[in-house]
């Protein structure tokens, strides 16, 4: 049975940083740039699971055997990242939950090592890419995700052939502490990345048995742009390539290639061949058939469609904040406290995977689950009622401009779920002044704190896009 993509996902941030709003405050750097920015309250953890959660919206989460997390800006260091991202797809405890992190290289590593694989795989990508102020990692980068989920079982893309390319030289680099990566002369580069990156396309066409003009969409992208650029005049597939998003969300680091795989696929028709090459520390080109199954699998909240939701009125100086690079006074209340280790374990099936509970005696639903029922007094006929996917209606809400956050004000809501329930949460990625009462939600992972370098996970709500609707 050929392992092949089963479903697939991405996600990219709401809010988003034009190049001449830098250029406003600096007085330098490069027009006609849009990048993706993770909000105050999202990192790559929580990234990785949202384009995880579109991944796994139509698959039964007890069917994935194995999770591996690939990124080049991980929450932890000495702690699995993927531990998270499993705990919050409420995920079996007996699939694998693993880091393949690292630069870019190691991301795409992840998903073609996925391909060879056996069971259910669930690989998420993603990253979040800084910069010195009006560099080009500042202006160029992004934020972002993409998951797929590899497997025997009616794939809607499989695997033709494989080409890489390596060699051993430096043109990006930073050492472990460095706030920020550094770059060779870009010609050099340019030289390096052309030669590699057409070996390991014409690797992958003979690996697949094709030529050049069988295949229908290119989308290659990596460190060098002028490299990524000429590639396709001397590959052959410069007239099959496709937009590789930079211009519109930055490149998005180690998921950059996974989202460009994913709008490929929303893109797709059934037979059409389908190449991606990623030119980092050599080169790398997976080629892909895609399958019937497409049809019945096309995602509702496409790439395209996030892309064209966003925000672009980010100010400068939040983006700086958010990102750690400007400190600004905190508001004259408590700070978050750490979170107790034992309570997390305990509760892990709510406050990571949002389940709550259903009384089988009275249907009440309970939001945090309990164990006696509130309505009818019924003691242990509680059954577990997963809510993440639960959309609800506002029935009211207050703008706190006094509590504790980096992105005053803090929106409080009420929210009734669809099905019975009552919950009260902060609402993210929404403007103050355009809620109302009536406003239908989703619900979405973030952070809602940090302490003792701990990170503090729970579940927010968001405005529900006309897409998930």
């Not at 993770?38 to 929580?46: L, N, W, Y």
């Not at 990625?429 to 302490?451: S, Y």
């Amino acid at each position: 049975m050929t392992t092949g993509i089963i479903s697939y996902g991405a996600y990219v941030p709401r809010a988003r940083l034009r190049s001449e709003t830098v250029r406003e405050a600096l007085g330098t750097g490069r027009a006609g740039r849009t990048r993706a920015v993770a909000g105050c309250d999202e990192d790559t953890t929580t990234m990785a699971v949202e384009a995880a959660r579109r991944a796994l919206r139509e698959l039964p989460a007890d069917s994935v055997g194995a999770v591996s997390f690939s990124s080049a800006h991980p929450v932890y260091a000495a702690k699995t990242n993927a531990t998270a991202v499993h705990a919050a797809l409420s995920l079996p405890a007996h699939a694998r939950a693993v880091d393949r992190c690292g630069p870019e290289r190691s991301a795409l590593g992840a998903l073609l090592d996925g391909f060879a694989g056996s069971g259910t795989h669930l690989v998420a990508l993603a990253d979040t890419v800084v910069g010195p102020a009006g560099g080009a990692d500042e202006i160029g980068g992004g934020d972002g995700a993409a998951a797929f989920v590899l497997g025997g079982a009616a794939p809607v893309a499989v695997p033709l052939g494989t080409g890489a390319a390596t060699a051993e030289f430096l043109d990006r680099w930073n050492a472990p502490g460095e706030t920020f990566a550094r770059t060779w002369e870009e010609r050099f580069g340019q030289e390096a990345y052309t030669r590699l990156g057409a070996a390991s396309v014409a690797r992958a066409l003979e690996d697949a048995g094709l030529a050049p003009s069988e295949v229908t969409s290119w989308a290659v992208t990596g460190l060098s742009e002028r490299a990524a650029r000429q590639l396709g005049r001397s590959t052959g597939l410069g007239d099959v390539r496709t937009d590789d998003l930079t211009s519109v969300i930055g490149r998005v680091g180690s998921a950059h290639a996974g989202i460009l795989l994913a709008d490929m696929l929303d893109r797709a028709r059934p037979g059409d061949v389908l190449a991606l090459t990623l030119l980092a520390d050599g080169a790398d080109t997976l080629v892909l058939r895609v399958t019937e199954a497409i049809t019945a699998h096309r995602r509702r909240e496409t790439t395209a469609a996030q892309i064209a939701a966003g925000d672009d009125q980010l100010a400068y100086a939040t983006f700086l904040t958010w990102k750690g690079l400007l400190e600004r006074p905190a508001p004259r209340r408590p700070e978050p406290a750490r979170i107790s280790a034992p309570a997390s374990l305990r509760e892990a099936r709510w406050k990571y995977g949002f389940t709550g509970a259903r009384c089988d005696a009275c249907a009440t639903r309970h939001m945090p689950p309990q164990r006696v029922c509130l309505r009818c007094g019924a003691s242990g006929r509680m059954k577990d009622e997963p809510l993440a996917d639960v959309a609800g209606t506002l029935a009211t809400y207050t703008v706190d401009h006094l509590a504790y956050s980096p992105a005053p004000p803090v929106i409080g809501v009420v929210i009734d779920f669809d099905g019975g329930g009552r919950f009260a949460c902060e609402l993210t990625d929404a403007d103050p002044e355009a809620v109302a009462i009536g406003d239908r939600v989703q619900m979405t992972f973030r952070r809602i704190g940090e302490a003792d370098g701990i990170v503090n996970y729970f579940w927010k709500a968001r405005p529900l896009s006309e897409e998930a609707s």
